[in-house]
């Protein structure tokens, strides 16, 4: 309560709140609040490509489609694409960070440096690769872009685990004779909790772009999916006349991932007080 | 220095093999096929046995493994299945190009970042923080293939102001290569057309790649620069009658920059992967489209190759980020042993 108290003073961060907040709400009113929630599948072909106007606010897509509608209906996929990726990515990664800062020795050399040449691969191209070649779709992409993501995890939980593990309650509850695995779990794990938070906030924002950028290059979400990378896409045949249909599912990716961002910023400075004073 | 230099290449050594290691076991545990994908869907059994035992798909893994480390320890990175061609060859045809996308990008991104890191700075809690802030937010949010679209709408197509496409004008031809980079070579053989309109197509995409990597290294100069000015030898400085800028542009930069220069390192690998996209939009002839190409017609010898090309690249610019931080701030290179 007053960690949110204070992430809503800062004005920017409940900016960034806002956005989720309201991207979530759209998200799971969307076959509700679309004005035409059958524009996910159906096509008009009589009416494609119109300007932005009352009846159309966004305009049309090339298979006369409410772009609006589509934006809204795209806002489930690219939240449950976001959370899911995450969770998994922190699934891999927070174990490895654990072991890897309580252990010293070869185990811990060895998984810190297969993270490093995780972290050494470019992501799109490992993740472009991966979901190739298990066959291109929306499941393979996101499990190749949590393949991709969980070295972050991991190097932040490493970070955390072996700053708390010299400090003085871990040496207490080790000399009461409290084994490894509990410390690691009920007392390491929380602490390490905010900075978790943090990555994976940002990690979203992060997970929304490459899955868009995925899509776009034809290995994401597959058509009719209203996916905004997607949408993009089919918009550059249509380039320069129907300036709206590239514009509005870009500007969708745009503020969900700049809510994320800003959000996940708010939420670093109260995790961590230090960083305050610095960003003023 | 030269041991603290020699160190770091030694360190990067390992991290190289474990890429080559980690990129072959990845290609060939997923679920799918090579040999089947490569033969295509009309492909009988007999065919698909056939390329297995071409390509030495048919050995045990741990033998593929080796035969691979020993091909790429003599630079020879096999045949593309899809050109038929040497894959170092077509990688040598097409990394300059990328490279020098990319380091124009970089460039830029370091410049213009660390200028309104500093502008920011200076201005705390003023209008050009606020507006760098907002930039820098904003500069990480935006798609880039999205982006580069709007740009191309905007400059090329409205406008008409820069080139849509391509590296350089066809009727134009590209200059006589020698180093594989077009503004060079232009320059080296003294063509001023040439130079001119190899700039003009590289101004969209590099701006594109740009920005992300110019929000960051802006975000990590502002606090850099806050953190500093806060140190006593500022006040110091300032007590013994240091102009403002003369103050922030030499001694509180290079304080503060060190953390700015590993970002710069780190932005590298974001650049290369950010590239894939650039050069899908701009028709740019670099690893990036290649690795794509090489990506949908699982031409998986370019894919292997690619990956460790960029590999050798990221760890090489992580070299010299290292260097270049030990000569900004003598402790680095001290202190590690």
Redesign the interface.
């Known amino acids: 309560m007053i960690a949110l108290r204070r992430l809503l003073r800062d004005p920017?961060a409940a900016l960034g709140l806002a956005i989720v907040l309201f991207a979530l709400v759209v998200a799971v009113f969307a076959p509700w609040l679309a004005p035409y929630p059958e524009d996910a599948f159906e096509s008009h072909i009589i009416q494609r490509l119109r300007p932005p106007s009352a009846e159309f606010p966004f305009g049309t897509d090339a298979l006369g489609r409410d772009i609006l509608s589509r934006v809204i209906l795209g806002t489930r996929g690219a939240l449950v694409v976001a959370v899911s990726v995450v969770l998994a990515a922190a699934l891999i990664g927070v174990p490895i960070g654990l072991v890897a800062g309580w252990r010293e020795g070869w185990l811990s050399d060895l998984l810190m440096?297969?993270t490093?040449?995780?972290?050494?691969?470019?992501?799109?191209?490992?993740a472009?690769?991966?979901s190739?070649?298990?066959?291109p779709g929306l499941g393979t992409a996101m499990v190749a872009l949590a393949l991709t993501y969980w070295p972050f995890f991991a190097r932040t939980v490493y970070a955390e685990t072996r700053r708390l593990r010299v400090s003085l309650f871990v040496d207490a509850l080790a000399a009461i004779g409290m084994p490894p695995r509990r410390i690691l779990l009920a007392h390491i794990l929380p602490n390490a909790a905010p900075a978790i938070i943090v990555r994976a906030t940002i990690g979203m924002?992060f997970t929304i772009?490459t899955a868009?950028?995925l899509g776009?290059?034809?290995?994401g979400a597959a058509p009719p999916d209203p996916d905004w990378?997607l949408a993009?896409?089919e918009?550059?045949q249509h380039?320069?006349e129907a300036?709206w249909f590239?514009?509005f599912?870009?500007l969708a990716?745009?503020l969900l991932?700049?809510g994320l961002?800003?959000l996940g910023?708010g939420l670093r400075d109260v995790a961590d007080p230090r960083?305050r004073r610095?960003?003023? | 220095m030269a041991a603290y230099v020699l160190r770091r290449i030694l360190l990067a050594l390992p991290a190289l093999f474990g890429l080559v290691v980690l990129s072959f076991v990845l290609v060939r545990i997923v679920p799918g096929d090579p040999a089947a994908t490569l033969a295509g869907d009309a492909a009988t059994p007999q065919q698909v046995e056939e390329i297995r035992a071409r390509y030495g798909l048919d050995r045990p893994l741990a033998e593929q493994l080796l035969v691979h480390l020993r091909q790429v320890m003599t630079g020879d990175f096999g045949r593309s299945v899809f050109s038929d061609r040497p894959v170092a060859e077509e990688i040598g045809q097409r990394l300059p190009a990328t490279l020098e996308l990319t380091f124009c990008a970089l460039a830029m991104a370091t410049v213009f970042g660390v200028g309104l890191g500093l502008a920011a700075a200076l201005d705390h809690n003023g209008p050009v923080d606020h507006l760098v802030r907002l930039l820098s937010v904003a500069g990480l949010a935006v798609a880039s293939f999205w982006l580069a679209i709007l740009l191309q709408l905007l400059f090329a197509m409205d406008l008409d102001l820069l080139p849509l496409r391509g590296r350089i004008d066809v009727e134009l031809g590209p200059p006589a290569e020698r180093t594989g980079f077009f503004l060079v070579d232009a320059l080296l053989e003294g063509r001023r057309d040439r130079f001119v309109d190899a700039l003009r197509h590289l101004v969209l995409p590099a701006v594109t790649l740009a920005l992300p990597g110019l929000a960051t290294i802006a975000r990590f100069t502002r606090s850099g620069v806050l953190e500093t000015l806060q140190k006593d030898f500022v006040l110091y400085a300032r007590a013994a009658g240091y102009g403002r800028f003369r103050l922030a542009a030499i001694y509180v930069l290079r304080n503060a920059v060190t953390a700015t220069v590993t970002q710069v390192g780190l932005l590298f690998g974001a650049l290369i992967s950010g590239a894939v996209a650039v050069e899908a939009i701009f028709d740019w002839p670099g690893i990036g489209t290649y690795a794509v190409r090489a990506i949908l017609s699982a031409d998986y010898k370019a894919l292997l190759a690619v990956t460790l090309v960029v590999g050798v690249v990221y760890a090489v610019v992580n070299v010299l980020v290292d260097v270049a931080q030990g000569l900004i701030d003598p402790r680095v290179a001290d202190t590690s042993e």
């Open positions: 920017v440096r297969v490093d040449v995780f972290l050494a691969v470019p992501q799109l191209i490992l472009l690769a991966l190739q070649l298990m066959r924002g772009l868009a950028t776009f290059l034809g290995v990378g993009v896409a918009s550059r380039l320069p300036w590239s514009t599912p870009g990716i745009l991932v700049l961002n800003l910023d960083l610095s960003r003023g």
